[in-house]
């Protein structure tokens, strides 16, 4: 089956400073989103990727897929308090039926 | 406005007492889903509803049952909880199986 690996697991980064996140699958990759999840919460859906190469911004995250690599990359551009909480990312099942994802990277931006 | 409503957001339950969870959508989306998600663990689907078909995950336990009355409700029924089945319950809806999905706030199931 599947799986998709996050890296890293947790980050702690300074106000300002800019961070990646990588998720890798072990399959290919046919749609690839990504997720932000406050402690407690549901998801919220940031983006969704389904190109290679292909590139999307919201605000100052960015992120990226790489087909070639069944990899995909999120880059926060000068980090916020606001941006901190776990970032899952998801991708179509084999199936279709449905998302699976990967475990998150927690993220803590200290002011 | 919320578009996935889950009811209730925290849920207190004793081992062995069935439980329901609830999740409205506003989106008159096709797809609904039911995803269990352990603490520091990804979401783990349960299973999902296209309009009324029902498709159950190999590995989902048979203590876990759904219901979809109507395109706008589905229902996880939790027949004999178990300590084990602490976890959030999250409930998505998408347009078509498979395609990126919108989440509701969650419900905090805890079982004692």
């Known amino acids: 089956s599947q799986e998709l690996e996050q890296s890293p697991q947790s980050l702690i980064v300074q106000e300002g400073k800019n961070l990646t996140i990588n998720c890798t699958s072990s399959k290919t990759l046919y749609g690839l989103y990504w997720y932000k999840q406050k402690y407690g919460e549901g998801l919220i859906f940031l983006m969704m990727l389904q190109k290679g190469g292909e590139e999307k911004s919201h605000e100052k995250i960015t992120a990226k897929l790489d087909e070639k690599k069944q990899q995909s990359s999120l880059h926060i551009t000068a980090s916020q308090p606001s941006h901190a909480g776990i970032y899952l990312c998801g991708a179509d099942n084999q199936a279709g039926t449905a998302l699976i994802f990967g475990k998150g990277t927690t993220l803590s931006v200290s002011s | 406005d919320a578009m996935v409503i889950q009811n209730p957001r925290y849920q207190v339950t004793q081992f062995g007492k069935p439980v329901t969870l609830s999740c409205s959508q506003t989106?008159?989306?096709?797809?609904m889903y039911w995803y269990q998600q352990k603490s520091s663990q990804a979401p783990k689907l349960l299973f999902h509803y296209y309009d009324k078909d029902f498709n159950n995950e190999a590995d989902t336990p048979d203590n876990f049952q759904s219901r979809r009355p109507n395109t706008s409700f589905c229902f996880l029924d939790i027949r004999s909880p178990g300590l084990g089945d602490t976890a959030m319950y999250l409930c998505?809806?998408?347009?078509?199986?498979?395609?990126?999905?919108?989440f509701g706030q969650g419900t905090r199931l805890t079982v004692v």
């Open positions: 989106l008159n989306h096709n797809v």
């Open positions: 998505a809806t998408s347009r078509v199986v498979g395609q990126g999905a919108f």
